[in-house]
């Protein structure tokens, strides 16, 4: 144990450990939402919408592909707010300030209900907001950057070099890091400056329908990479290990004297180009079927092939990929007498595909035994964010690096609901499942009662659910019964509006 390191106790790293000034700053948010205004042009078939908003394109449900102009706020309810029609993801997209253009090109060629679409955020872009421990439904671990147990900010180089002191907390006088490098914040801020020039995102689309009466998209986004679509991408990049000892010993020194971790966030600019469309057929099994797909160039991931200045215990250098993803769906209004003889129910069922090209392949656990220039000669080897080494787990002592990146990710979702009353009542009944990662699943069923017209509760369970049991652990960044094992809960919502 480091010297001058109290034993921590079990309410230091819960809630009751926060001061009150510090949950107060966890409950609330006081910001604007959203406001807008629209102006149609005299003479010209366009639409301009500027202002604080959200933009929805795409065609799946509560995962994401194409809807990725507006980053997520994961630190209240992670991604569960959902199911609709009640209730959904309007609430947890960070609505940002874009100036968004909408020209109608009538027909073009043989296609009907031509538009072209497309929108500019001036430097105003955030990454999707995370919390950690012990906040609840915040990410289930503790902040690995801050948290006094195994924080990369009070152990290793920190740790032997800082000239700062911590100045509160079980580690107080301590020597240790307070940033990291560049001036960014975990999750917070890359290495960017909230400007027009710095930090612009752009995209565009163009709209239209078939004569057969398919309604399609055409996307592109060039935009910095939110990394909350389920790709279990690197946020870190470390300082590179050059292998000449006394240079990189200097710069490390160098570094972390000054109180400064030697890695940074980053959100890099993505190229995404996309395309949906969805056709109802209603000839034979009176369904619409949808379909969405999207290509991704530069999606960061760690890779041990890349050795930095953190290497006790290991932070992996950062590999640039790309990946294909890709969704098929079905929504059929069916009639179930038994159960509701006046409405019939919506039932709706997505599948939804990862495939990372060209992923190296290679045993991330053997690997990492290798000492840094083996690991370096032996090329690439891909691993996820979600089990990094620490200092109190590392290689010598259990495994590390259990969290492999696959070429293939899948995820189901079936879900159906339907109305009661006139609207009044609606309950809603679904689940996800994970094919690939143990079959881990969430069930949740909702109701909807309308009071009145401006007073709505919402009732709801969510159950997370591993088949298999947890003696392995579960690694996957889609929000189900691995990174969100053991959070079942009940949800009492109350909506008034005025």
């Not at 072209?116 to 955030?126: H, S, T």
């Not at 679509?229 to 290990?241: E, F, K, M, Q, Y």
């Not at 240079?247 to 993505?270: C, H, K």
């Not at 690997?367 to 200092?391: E, I, T, W």
Request: hydrophobic fraction near 40%.
């Amino acid at each position: 144990m480091p010297s001058g390191f109290r034993r921590l106790r079990r309410g230091q790293l819960e809630l009751s450990g926060l001061s009150h000034g510090e949950r107060t700053a966890l409950k609330f948010d006081n910001q604007l939402r959203e406001a807008y205004a629209d102006v149609k042009l005299r003479g010209l078939p366009l639409t301009v919408r500027g202002g604080r908003q959200q933009i929805v394109w795409g065609e799946t449900d509560n995962f994401r592909m194409l809807d990725r102009v507006n980053p997520l706020d994961l630190t209240w309810h992670f991604q569960q707010e959902l199911p609709g029609p009640g209730f959904g993801w309007d609430e947890i997209r960070r609505p940002l300030w874009i100036i968004k253009f909408l020209y109608d090109l009538g027909d073009v060629w043989r296609f009907s209900q031509s538009f072209l679409e497309w929108y500019w955020n001036p430097g105003d872009w955030m990454p999707a907001k995370q919390a950690f421990l012990p906040r609840p439904w915040g990410l289930p671990f503790y902040n690995p950057l801050t948290n006094p147990v195994d924080g990369a900010f009070f152990d290793g180089p920190c740790l032997a070099n800082s000239r700062l002191r911590q100045a509160t907390g079980p580690r107080a006088g301590q020597p240790a890091c307070t940033r990291l490098m560049d001036g960014t914040k975990l999750f917070e801020k890359g290495d960017y400056s909230r400007n027009p020039m710095d930090s612009s995102q752009v995209g565009v689309r163009y709209h239209g329908m078939t004569p057969q009466g398919i309604e399609f998209t055409l996307d592109y986004f060039y935009q910095r990479w939110a990394g909350d679509d389920g790709t279990n991408s690197a946020p870190l990049r470390a300082v590179r290990r050059t292998f000449d000892d006394a240079a990189d010993q200097a710069r490390l020194r160098s570094l972390t004297a000054r109180g400064i971790f030697p890695a940074e966030f980053i959100a890099p600019y993505v190229h995404t180009v996309g395309a949906s469309l969805n056709y109802s057929e209603e000839t034979y099994t009176q369904t619409v079927y949808r379909f969405e797909t999207v290509y991704d160039v530069g999606i960061p991931f760690f890779d041990l092939g890349k050795v930095s200045l953190i290497d006790t215990p290991a932070l992996p250098g950062v590999t640039k990929k790309n990946m294909w993803k890709g969704m098929l769906a079905f929504d059929r209004p069916t009639w179930i007498r038994r159960l509701n003889r006046r409405a019939t129910f919506f039932v709706s069922g997505q599948f939804f595909w990862h495939y990372l090209v060209n992923n190296p392949s290679c045993e991330p656990g053997t690997v990492a035994q290798l000492p840094p220039a083996a690991r370096a000669k032996a090329g690439s080897c891909l691993v996820g964010a979600l089990d990094l080494p620490s200092s109190v787990r590392t290689s010598g002592a259990s495994p590390v690096f259990r969290d492999k990146i696959r070429d293939w990710e899948a995820l189901a979702t079936l879900a159906a609901f339907t109305f009661y009353r006139g609207g009044g009542l609606v309950p809603t009944l679904g689940m996800a499942v994970d094919p690939v990662n143990q079959f881990n699943m969430e069930a949740f069923w909702a109701v909807d009662y309308v009071l009145r017209d401006d007073l709505v509760v919402n009732l709801a369970q969510r159950y997370f659910i591993t088949p298999r049991g947890h003696s392995t652990p579960i690694f996957e960044s889609w929000g189900l019964g691995g990174l969100l094992a053991g959070r079942s809960e009940t949800s009492l919502r109350v909506t008034y509006q005025f």
